[in-house]
């Protein structure tokens, strides 16, 4: 098994402070039990008691009313945002004592274990939506910290759309389906959401990012993540420096394209969720590395933009990226509904040695996550006493009753100061109690009261820019061409015109060739915003992958031919070593065949390879009844066209042709040729040769090479 195995493969070695089991006093086992009502008593809860064996159904039969009135009130209200998630339990390691920048504890010793949960999710689409919708995705980390619970509410996305959380039921009033029809869902292909960021430029920065292949990552595993805001690391001494999260996948970073982001959705809605959940089942544990940008208070207006603008990245260029810790996810949720769609995460959970920055978005959220939370738990304050979002640590306060309160205090003092429960419970603070404190050197001098965006946030245009400039020129035509879908869905001429004249500020190139698929002129060329600056690490297709562990190879055979199911076990073989997930595909499920052809298609692998002896497969004289006809040939046919590597091995020539792929396009382009039959599988040199080559084109995971441009 080779290093890259090793690196995915991750195994816990700290079961008591890196999985769930802090959860396990709440679970419940029902093996070998009787059923009970939810008040104990056991019952027969299958049939109705009924007058006679004809007759009614008995008003007093309170087995049948409590089990009905359970299932009628089981769900809550899905979040307004974010429904659609996945996520898992884990481990942060932190790399060194970080107690000279930050008091945070969980920060403060080299190799010191904190228990997280990290949920994933999908911003526009309801619960029922598809995973691979194009769309920012959350990134929401949990702390469990020996001081408390800490939160860093995020996204896959370094930049938002709005700059200040009053416009933020604006924005989701524009993206939603339309209120009359509820069409679309999940999607911003219509005119609230394009008249929306039309209308508002400071959204053009992460527009730009989710036209790109940020917006259809290949996995949950394969995307970064980010703070998005400006926070505060705060030192014992009440030193502040600001910073900026950075959660870096140790997968890689690996995109989808649109139509097989499109194809995949239909062919599996839970692409993303199934696949976090079986990496982890398998062993094979994602990681992030957590690194901050640090930077003095006094260098927030010094690059040209203003630090507490959440539209802006800080260029890694002006201020590195210092990584701190890292967080591997090693324990899948034993109940989605109690885990996943029951953690409630908030800004404002934070913990001494972290605080917040005057960034207006930030300063909003820290109310609406509360406000939110308390309508999803049906009104009660007590969701922070749901398993999922307690706390390792004692809660001691004067927070009284409340629905669904979970807790029996004792302290009959309920307010402070007292003397009846001598004091307690004691206010912590910087100096006692390793309280929370606010960083001192937060100040406003001389301010006057004002409803207005701050004159340091007024440029719009700059960043979309640097971000585009920085892309490589398949990756802008990947852009180009999501904006011509998502503006060819827009009923209005008008709001596309906006949308070309918010583009022309960006580049006047971007804006002419966007406007040419729809029928628009762009105006002339406004180089107010026009620069050549580039900044590094911001494509989605930036380098190779480290592994190819858990991707998937579908190998085609048929079992007609001995030497074709022969190779493919030898090739499932070498893959499975590398730790990719091998599927043998043919005509019927048998020992030996992971998949028929009636249920693959070219969305379910990363990459394909035909064996020897299945030119047949190919026929177009002799279709089978066994599969849809031409499904083999379109399992070739899609996998080249969304960028996916590709062999052939002897007769398996036959695929490429039918696909109408040119065995000459070379493994520069990704296709792999092995034109003599190889008969010994695996220890021949040329088979070697060939599996070893077919792995890289694995690792490039899309040869945009072969997508046309403008």
Known sequence: MDAGVELERRQDNGATDSSDSFLDQYTVNDNNSFTTTDFGTPVDDRYSLTAGERGPTLLEDFVFRTKITRFDHERIPERAVHARGAAAHGY????????????????????????????????????????????????????????????????NIPVFFLQDAIQFPDLIHAVKPRPDNEIPQAATAHDSAWDFFSQNPSSLHTLFWAMSGHGIPRSLRFLDGFGVHAFRFVNANGESKLVKFHFTSQQGVASLIWPEAQATGGQNADFHRSDLFNAIASGNFPAWEVGVQIMDESDSLKFGFDVLDPTKIVPVEYVPITPIGRFVLNQNPRNYFAETEQVMFCPGHVVRGIDFSEDPLLQGRLFSYVDTQLNRNLGSPNFEQIPINRPLVPVHNNNRDGAGQQMIPLNNAAYSNNSLNNGSPKLANQTQGEGFFTAPS?????AQYV???????????????????????????????????????????NVQQNVINQFNLVDHDLATRVASAIGLQAPAPDPRYYHNNVTAGVGAYRVPLPSIATLNVGILATMTSNVSMSQAQSLATFFS??????????????????????????????????????????????????????????IMRDAFSYGKPIGVIGTGLEGLAQADIAASSGEALGVYVLPNSVKTGASTSAMRNFTTSFEQGLKQFKFLERFPLD
């Open 92 to 155: 942060f390691e932190s790399y060194a004592d970080w107690s000279n920048i930050t008091a945070a504890s969980f920060l403060g010793q080299k190799g010191k274990r904190t228990p997280v949960f990290l949920r994933i999710s999908t911003v526009a689409g309801s619960r029922g939506s598809v995973d691979t919708a194009r769309d920012v995705h959350g990134f929401a980390l949990r702390f469990y910290t020996d001081a408390g619970n800490y939160d860093i509410v995020g996204n």
């Open 577 to 634: 070593s590398k730790g990719a997930n091998a599927f043998v595909v043919a005509e019927t499920l048998a020992s030996g065949v992971d998949k028929s052809y009636t249920n693959s298609d070219g969305t379910a692998f990363d990459g394909v390879i035909a064996t020897d002896g299945t030119g047949n497969l190919f026929s177009t004289t002799k279709p089978s009844p066994l599969w849809p006809l031409g499904r083999p040939t379109q």
């Open 451 to 493: 409803r207005d965006v701050s004159p340091t946030f007024l440029d719009h245009w700059s960043q979309p820019r640097l971000f585009y400039n920085s892309l490589q020129t398949a990756e802008k035509q990947q852009l180009i061409n999501a904006a011509r879908f998502e503006l060819s869905n827009v009923q209005s001429r």
């Open 442 to 446: 937060r100040r406003i001098v001389n």
